[in-house]
Nanobody, 122 residues
Framework: QVQLVESGGGLVQAGGSLRLSCTAS????????AGWFRQAPGKEREFVAA????????DYADSVKGRFTISRDNAKNTVYLQMNSLKPEDTAVYSC???????????????WGKGTLVTVSS
């Protein structure tokens, strides 16, 4: 069973930056697509960004394009989310997930982390 742990969340002012990390305990991390989702209070979980396990394919929600960048380091079993120009509406619990298919959607996630809270103040 793969275990995922997110870190890097916190409180930041609007316009600031944060980098989230998600580290997996499994031995086959590189064989999974990896992605980030978020859930704000009172709202449904939504897709944020994804990175394929092969090549350099990435996908982003329209709301974060140009501001967020997803990357991965398979040698470290880690996927990152660099978040720049943060807005108050980015406030949410951010969770990472792994899936063995592409494109990555929440319903296809094989393993979930428990999330890290990002709060953006105005």
């Amino acid at each position: 069973q793969v275990q995922l742990v997110e870190s890097g969340g916190g409180l930041v002012q609007a316009g600031g930056s944060l980098r989230l990390s998600c580290t997996a305990s499994g031995r086959t991390f590189s064989r999974y697509a990896a992605g980030w989702f978020r859930q704000a209070p009172g709202k449904e979980r939504e897709f944020v960004a994804a990175h394929s396990w092969s090549g350099s394919s990435t996908d982003y929600a329209d709301s974060v394009k140009g501001r967020f960048t997803i990357s991965r380091d398979n040698a470290k079993n880690t996927v990152y989310l660099q978040m720049n120009s943060l807005k108050p509406e980015d406030t949410a619990v951010y969770s990472c997930g792994l899936a063995n298919r592409w494109p990555l959607i929440s319903g296809a996630i094989n393993y979930w982390g428990k999330g890290t809270l990002v709060t953006v103040s105005s």
